[in-house]
C-alpha cells in the first residue's frame, strides 16, 4: 500500500476509486483540486487498474491527495469502504473517476449541509424524476425510491458519521450498492436533490449501467423490494391491518401498498390516487392470468384495502 500526503482534520473526505480511468482521469482529479472549497482529502484508490492510471495519480504532487492501491480489482463498492474506513472528514462526497466535479460543487453542498443539520444526504437528481406533478423533497424522494434510484451517484454528499453507523455499503449488491444506501438512509432521516448540478456526468460504453446492465438491474429488484417491505412496517399506522405475506412478496402489490400506507401517513390526496392508478395496473395484470390462486390474491388484496383505507 502507498499513500502519500495527510490532513488531520478535513472537513470533507472525497472518495475516489478508480480502475482502468486513464482517459478520463486527469479531468476528474483536477475537478477537485480546483474546487473553490479547499478544506478536504482527497482519497484515491486504484482498484487493480492494468493500464496508466497509477502513472497519472502520481504525477500529482498536491498534499491533500492520498494514493493507495488494491492489490487486486476488488469492485468498485468494497473500494469505496476502504475509503470511507480512512476517511477523516465530518462530511462523505462520492465522486467517480470519469466524471468532472464542477468548481462550486463542494462549497455548495458543505454550506447547504452545515446550515440544515436535518438532512442527512444531499445530490443531484437524474433527468428521470416520474411524477411531473411532484416536487423533489424529502417526502417525494423516498416515495420515489421505492420505482428506482433518483439519486446520481457521483453528486452524494453524506454525513461521514451516517454512513458509518449504516455500514457504508451494502457489498452484496455487486453492481447497485449506491441504491441501497439511498434506501437505508430514507428510513433514517432526509435525503433531499438540490436543483442546481453538481457534476458533468460522463456516458460511455464501460461504465456499470451499461456493460453490467442485466446484472445491475437483478440487484436493483431485490433492494426494491426490501426497501418497499421495510417502508410499509415503517409507516404502517396502529389502525392498519398487516399486509398478508403474500402481498408483499409480489413486487407490484408491495407497491401498491406502500403507497397507499404513504398516503394515510402524509394524508395525501396525491399518493392516494398515484396508489389506485398502480392498483389497477395489478389487477389488470393478475387478472389476465387463468391461476385461480391469483385471482384469489386479487379479492384478498381488495378486501385489505377498504379494511385499511375505507
Not at 61 to 90: S, V
Request: hydrophobic residues 40%; charged residues 20%.
Amino acid at each position: 500500500m502507498k499513500e502519500r500526503g495527510e490532513l488531520i482534520h478535513p472537513a470533507i473526505s472525497v472518495i475516489m476509486p478508480v480502475y482502468n480511468a486513464e482517459r478520463h482521469l486527469n479531468d476528474a482529479v483536477c475537478s477537485i483540486l480546483t474546487q473553490t472549497f479547499q478544506d478536504f482529502e482527497l482519497l484515491i484508490i486504484d482498484d487493480g487498474s492494468t493500464e496508466q492510471s497509477l502513472p497519472i495519480l502520481y504525477s500529482f504532487k498536491d498534499p491533500r491527495i492520498q494514493i493507495l492501491t488494491n492489490e487486486t480489482n476488488r469492485g468498485t463498492y468494497p473500494t469505496r469502504n476502504r475509503g470511507l474506513q480512512l476517511a477523516k472528514g465530518k462530511y462523505i462526497a462520492v465522486m467517480d473517476a470519469d466524471d468532472i466535479a464542477l468548481p462550486d460543487r463542494l462549497l455548495t453542498q458543505y454550506n447547504y449541509m452545515e446550515k440544515h443539520t436535518d438532512v442527512c444526504v444531499i445530490g443531484a437528481g437524474t433527468m428521470f424524476w416520474p411524477y411531473s406533478d411532484m416536487q423533489p423533497n424529502a417526502d417525494s424522494i423516498r416515495a420515489v425510491l421505492l420505482l428506482n434510484n433518483c439519486f446520481i451517484h457521483s453528486s452524494l454528499f453524506i454525513r461521514k458519521e451516517l454512513m458509518t453507523s449504516l455500514g457504508g455499503y451494502d457489498e452484496r449488491f455487486t453492481y447497485a450498492a449506491d441504491y441501497d444506501l439511498v434506501c437505508r438512509i430514507a428510513l433514517k432521516g432526509k435525503l433531499e436533490i438540490l436543483q442546481q448540478p453538481f457534476v458533468q456526468y460522463r456516458w460511455h460504453d464501460q461504465q456499470i449501467s451499461i456493460c453490467k446492465k442485466e446484472e445491475q438491474q437483478y440487484f436493483a429488484e431485490q433492494i426494491r423490494n426490501a426497501y418497499r417491505k421495510a417502508f410499509i412496517r415503517q409507516y404502517l399506522l396502529p389502525d392498519m391491518y398487516e399486509p398478508a405475506p403474500f402481498m408483499l412478496s409480489h413486487s407490484r402489490m408491495n407497491l401498491v401498498i406502500a403507497l397507499f400506507i404513504y398516503a394515510r401517513f402524509l394524508n395525501s390526496c396525491f399518493y392516494s390516487k398515484l396508489a389506485e392508478t398502480y392498483l389497477d395496473n395489478v389487477i389488470s395484470e393478475l387478472s389476465s392470468q387463468k391461476s385461480t390462486g391469483f385471482k384469489r390474491r386479487i379479492n384478498r388484496l381488495r378486501l385489505w384495502l377498504p379494511i385499511s383505507f375505507g
